[in-house]
């Protein structure tokens, strides 16, 4: 496949708008074109270990789960490991792709996967996503009505204010005179200058109406996921589940105050990877994540709240295997997808 066509075909499958702001996923590094893709390679982490190993099997795309490229490189040289990432990649004529964030929103995605730990669920997204682009720009929308006498001036002074979208204009009677309505959609910073506009004239700010324009929620996309199990298991067994599906001999318990190995299980949040800011304030008997600060964890069990930490990139890695496949019937058997074989946690029990 052309690698721009792969590039639209693996938005598809996980549109980069469901990631977070803070993240940098996409393509992140692309060879001069055409560039064909034979070989999609796929990783969790793109080490310079992983990147011979790519370079040897002759991958053309290097899907990295996390970006290897974060913050801003000022420079390409051989000086830092991920300098030397981006010209081992450009040499050997290999695009690195990074999803990240957007694969954990998707239903389809990383903690989909995780949710499997626990056995037969149900699960809800704990921070929902919304859609991109409904309904408008804007966060709200502000409509009044104007006589003909002032609507010159007043729309003169409104284009004036930044961050205005969508201004319309359609004829209005009111209380039996003909008027025009005018509405608009803005930022919260302008509605305040608009506000402050139609305030000088009482007859226009008395028929003002401001709407808050709320994007729908995409129905099970978000971050994070509370999961409820069909039957109460104790802690115990929850915990040989994960490490079978994580397939580690070990992982780290903080059990909840009052609670113990043996206390029933029904609902537990999770989030791959760093899991503190998406898991905080969320009621449930666990927390399954990679990790999480001291203190989170000390909160979480004054709650009465187990935690179950297994190192941040072991709650992601083992969803390439079944991404590969899923990936493989979303792009239709067109190319070779192969899982690295070197990618792995940086910590190991001593």
């Given at each position: 496949?052309n690698?721009?066509?792969?590039v639209s075909?693996?938005?598809?499958f996980?549109?980069?708008?469901?990631?977070?702001s803070?993240d940098?996923?996409?393509l992140?590094?692309?060879p001069?074109?055409?560039?064909?893709?034979?070989?999609?390679?796929?990783?969790n982490?793109?080490?310079?270990?992983?990147?011979?190993?790519?370079?040897?099997?002759k991958a053309d795309?290097i899907?990295?789960?996390?970006?290897?490229?974060?913050?801003?490189?000022?420079?390409?040289?051989?000086?830092?490991?991920?300098?030397?990432?981006?010209?081992?990649?450009?040499?050997?004529?290999?695009?690195?792709?990074?999803?990240?964030?957007?694969?954990?929103?998707?239903?389809?995605?990383?903690?989909?996967?995780?949710?499997?730990?626990?056995?037969a669920?149900?699960?809800?997204?704990?921070?929902?996503?919304t859609?991109?682009?409904?309904?408008?720009?804007g966060?709200?929308?502000?409509?009044?009505?104007?006589?003909?006498?002032?609507?010159d001036?007043?729309?003169s002074?409104?284009?004036?204010?930044?961050?205005?979208?969508c201004?319309?204009?359609?004829?209005?009677?009111?209380e039996?005179e003909?008027?025009?309505?005018?509405?608009?959609?803005?930022s919260?910073?302008?509605l305040?200058?608009?506000?402050?506009?139609l305030?000088?004239?009482?007859?226009?700010?008395?028929?003002?109406?401001?709407?808050?324009?709320q994007?729908?929620l995409?129905?099970?996309?978000?971050m994070?996921?509370l999961c409820?199990?069909?039957?109460p298991?104790?802690?115990?067994?929850?915990?040989?589940?994960?490490k079978?599906?994580?397939?580690?001999?070990?992982?780290?318990?903080a059990?909840?105050?009052?609670?113990?190995?043996?206390s029933?299980?029904?609902?537990?949040?999770?989030?791959?990877?760093?899991?503190s800011?998406?898991?905080?304030?969320?009621?449930?008997?666990?927390?399954?994540?990679g990790?999480?600060?001291?203190?989170d964890?000390?909160?979480?069990?004054?709650?009465?709240?187990?935690v179950?930490?297994?190192?941040?990139?072991?709650?992601?890695?083992?969803?390439?295997?079944?991404?590969r496949?899923?990936?493989?019937?979303?792009l239709?058997?067109?190319?070779n997808?192969?899982?690295?074989?070197?990618d792995?946690?940086p910590?190991?029990?001593?």
């Amino acid at each position: 496949m052309n690698l721009r066509e792969l590039v639209s075909a693996l938005n598809d499958f996980a549109p980069l708008s469901l990631a977070e702001s803070w993240d940098n996923v996409g393509l992140l590094v692309e060879p001069s074109p055409p560039h064909t893709v034979n070989t999609l390679f796929l990783t969790n982490d793109l080490t310079e270990e992983v990147m011979e190993e790519a370079v040897q099997k002759k991958a053309d795309l290097i899907l990295s789960y996390h970006p290897p490229i974060f913050a801003p490189l000022k420079r390409v040289t051989w000086q830092s490991w991920k300098e030397r990432l981006v010209v081992r990649a450009l040499e050997h004529r290999v695009a690195i792709y990074s999803p990240h964030t957007a694969y954990d929103a998707v239903p389809h995605g990383v903690n989909n996967w995780l949710t499997k730990a626990l056995g037969a669920c149900t699960s809800i997204p704990l921070h929902p996503s919304t859609a991109p682009s409904y309904p408008a720009e804007g966060t709200y929308r502000v409509e009044f009505c104007t006589d003909t006498e002032h609507l010159d001036t007043v729309l003169s002074n409104i284009k004036d204010i930044q961050e205005i979208f969508c201004l319309t204009t359609f004829p209005a009677r009111v209380e039996g005179e003909e008027q025009t309505r005018v509405s608009l959609n803005c930022s919260q910073k302008a509605l305040l200058e608009v506000v402050a506009l139609l305030s000088q004239n009482s007859l226009l700010y008395h028929k003002t109406e401001i709407l808050l324009l709320q994007k729908p929620l995409l129905p099970h996309t978000g971050m994070g996921r509370l999961c409820t199990l069909s039957d109460p298991v104790s802690l115990s067994d929850i915990i040989e589940r994960i490490k079978h599906h994580l397939q580690l001999p070990h992982i780290r318990i903080a059990v909840g105050m009052g609670r113990t190995r043996e206390s029933p299980v029904k609902t537990a949040a999770l989030c791959a990877g760093s899991g503190s800011s998406v898991l905080k304030g969320t009621k449930a008997d666990l927390y399954l994540t990679g990790e999480m600060s001291h203190h989170d964890v000390l909160d979480a069990v004054s709650n009465g709240i187990s935690v179950v930490l297994c190192e941040h990139s072991n709650t992601e890695r083992g969803f390439l295997l079944e991404l590969r496949d899923t990936l493989a019937i979303h792009l239709q058997n067109k190319i070779n997808i192969i899982v690295s074989e070197k990618d792995r946690d940086p910590f190991q029990v001593a």
